[in-house]
């Protein structure tokens, strides 16, 4: 019959539900969590309704504190320069074979890192970073962000596209992990053409373009998951207009999925990510309210009320108001009289320090304090910026999986098909290459201060043999490795024999020229 859906439209239709009433169990979380963190943002997150719906909050007055609007863009920075920084290489990869022969194992080394610093140079090239800040501000620290990665002109660099919440729809997968997602815009038909390149548009379609070009449509991707087939990666990717499926195809490939969608802090029951504003609703009420506490007392403390004698009689069923005057019996002092209110001001000032302590902490912002006159040693400081950064690491691990190695792969893959990388082989067979997390800063940093103390230990206490038994060479190298260091630069085993023959008299406080000819005599030994 005409007009009736297909298989697929049925199926995509049914997933997006699913994903819709993942959404509605954690709606009004969200609209609060943007309420402390991005006031004037608008709060409709539901991919239902139109733009013509939705507007700017006016309710931004209400809110007394902005320390939710802070945290929330210092979360977002420590995020991007913890797990992404552009710096560095926040990314590496690992072949997934062990290989026995040194040489063979050495050149495939070579060959991998080669290949990670060509993926980061074009993340670099790209607006990557641009797009991570967008779409982290202030939507990570509610717990999920999304970004749509495409390689939309061939010639130009990767596009990178933060997608708002409104128009993400996910749910979870059979193994916990988020599987089906969806973008759902509304836009016009006008719009089609630029948003579908390449698509072949059904004639209805077509005609409404051409005719009715203002008119509004919700144009929605889809992306799912086949596990039917385990040879390699699938995913079921269609293009709807309204109900009706305008363009699917299956996308084959680790990163062949466009629509990067990540947690912090997730559930394996539930799609959406427990943020640290979402932890820390129940503290900014709080603290919101107890701000405005305060800023009442400061009212009533600057601007009082007043009685004044007269016949009526007083009475305060409506309330006090600061600087109202309010009539009394007359009475025997002067004839006006001030209200005085003796608010427990310190004690609020001691509750909202204790409050925002513990917001901090939440949204990992607790950076050390110097306690007293005396500043912490620099050593000191550093463990304790070491050990606030290492607990991000744990509800870290799955957002570094769903985030940065998917944005990884997601570069590789379009690098691939652009042809500016090819795989790695060892034998004629391809190397499965996996990106792991080398971002364990803390954990590597305290490994580096272990081995130093190490090192000071033995040249305190063996003096003598603490060149002997320690491999000097080896043991930088090592410490270059936890550090990522990429300027100190060290001689082969070739060039350090060399440079040993020439320098070694001169180290030993020999008289030898600098060109390794014959040493002089020790100083304060006499010559025949």
Known sequence: MAGEKTKLEKEAAQRLADCRRQKSLVDTDLREGYFFTAPQRCRDVTSTTSPTDRGRETDMSELQISLGMQLAQDFATEMLNTFTPEVIEWAQQKAGIDIEDEEQRGALETQIAEQTTVIMEAMKASNLYAALSLAYMPDLALGTVGLWIDDLRPSEPIVNQAVPLREIEVNIGPYGEIDDRFIVRHTRYRHLPALLRGVDLPADIEKKIKDKPGERCILSWGWWRLWDKDSDVYWQAVIRVGEKVVADAELRGEGSCPLIVGRFNPDTIFSFGQGPALQALPDLRRLDETEALKIENADFQIHPPFIYADDGVMNFETGIEPGMGYKARPWQHVPVEKLSFEGNVSFAEFETQRIEQGIRKLFFADYPEQIGKTPPTAEQWLDEMQRAKRRIGTPGKIFFKE?????????????????????????????ALTPYDPTEQAQEFQEVQIALRVLEAARNYFPETMQVEIDGSATVGNIKKKLRDKIVVQRDPEQLKQAIQQFGPLLAGGGGDAGGGPAGPAPGVPTA
Do not use: C, H, N, S
């Open 403 to 431: 985030v940065p190695a998917e944005i990884f792969k997601r570069f590789k893959f379009l690098l691939a098909a652009r042809g500016v990388i090819e795989d790695i082989k060892v034998d004629g067979k391809t190397v």
